[in-house]
């Protein structure tokens, strides 16, 4: 029988496509990727990846295997999520992938209190925008800004994100609206919908600076560079900035809460999700869904109960 960590490692390399990138992935050196590579083909006697100057390709077998490997994948972690919901005590590691404006600016300054509240969990929070596979363990629940489609997650809408325009009261003092410069994202962000409101909202004004995150929109409106779209929940409570009025429409986002099926009964899991929900419906700016209370998550298009 071969090393299934072996075999682990060989599925970073079919994901991403490099040795360097499965490494980050599996959190290792680029030798030990290579090294467990070179094992699982020894344990199998053939070869499984062309081995490029800067990618990795599946030999044709390769491809065979990791797709029989994919399902031996999910089967072993379809094990692990059973065994980790039948855990009834409050304690243990969870891990939650939000949108770095939600992990800076409304779970940050609250893990205080989750730390007290449940002194025996661990909560694990990734501030990134790309979304994670919560079947393969990259995240246990996750908070996203467009509503998850994976068949084997269920979800529950929190809120609705509104956005408005803000600067500084200085700039907005000096500034008339047609002469206002706005603060944008960075090109690798160019399709965020926000961006693309913010834009429409400018209607060919100049965009005078660039930045990849919302934090660093806020700063630079704060300071004074210019316009910045910012969730209400932030601009509205930000000492020194002032919210524009604007001609166009409204603009808002959703905040999804999203978990694998196999761990929403889970007591650690509930307690994190309860607590995030908890956080906001008790924000200002953010508005929380009318059935919150009643803990209503949806499967695939369709409302399940869940208590």
């Known amino acids: 029988m071969f090393d299934w960590e072996n075999m682990r490692h060989f599925l970073a390399v079919a994901r991403v496509g490099t040795l360097s990138g499965a490494a980050r992935v599996m959190g290792v050196d680029h030798a030990t990727v290579s090294r467990r590579l070179a094992a699982l083909e020894a ?3 053939v070869t499984l990846v062309e081995r490029l100057p800067r990618a990795c390709h599946l030999t044709a077998l390769g491809v065979k295997i990791h797709q029989k490997a994919m399902t031996m994948e999910a089967a072993a972690l379809a094990v692990e999520r059973s065994a980790q919901a039948s855990h009834t005590p409050l304690a243990g590691k969870v891990t939650l992938s939000a949108p770095p404006v939600l992990v800076a600016h409304l779970l940050a300054r609250r893990l205080a209190a989750f730390c007290d509240q449940y002194p025996d969990i661990q909560l694990s929070v990734s501030a990134q925008w790309q979304q994670v596979s919560l079947s393969r363990r990259e995240a246990d629940v996750a908070l996203r800004l467009v509503r998850p489609k994976e068949s084997d997650s269920v979800v529950r809408k929190l809120a609705d994100m509104p956005f408005a325009l803000y600067a500084s009261a200085g700039y907005a003092a000096k500034r008339r609206p047609e002469d206002w410069s706005f603060i944008a994202f960075d090109a690798q962000f160019a399709d965020m919908p926000q961006q693309h409101w913010l ?5 060919g004004r100049a965009v005078g600076c660039e930045l990849s995150d919302i934090s660093g929109h806020l700063s630079a409106a704060q300071g004074g560079a210019g316009v910045a779209a910012l969730p209400c929940f932030l601009g509205d409570h930000t000492a020194g900035l002032v919210r524009l009025e604007h001609e166009g429409q409204a603009f808002s986002r959703d ?7 196999d761990l929403r009964r889970a007591a650690p899991i509930r307690a994190v999700m309860d607590f995030i929900a908890k956080i906001v419906s008790e924000t200002p700016g953010l508005a929380a869904e009318a059935d919150v209370g009643s ?6 298009g369709s409302p399940v109960k869940t208590r």
């Open 199 to 203: 834009l429409q909202i400018a209607a």
């Open 43 to 45: 344990e199998l006697q």
């Open 295 to 300: 803990r209503a998550i949806y499967q695939a």
């Open 255 to 261: 905040i999804w809460l999203v978990v694998h099926r």
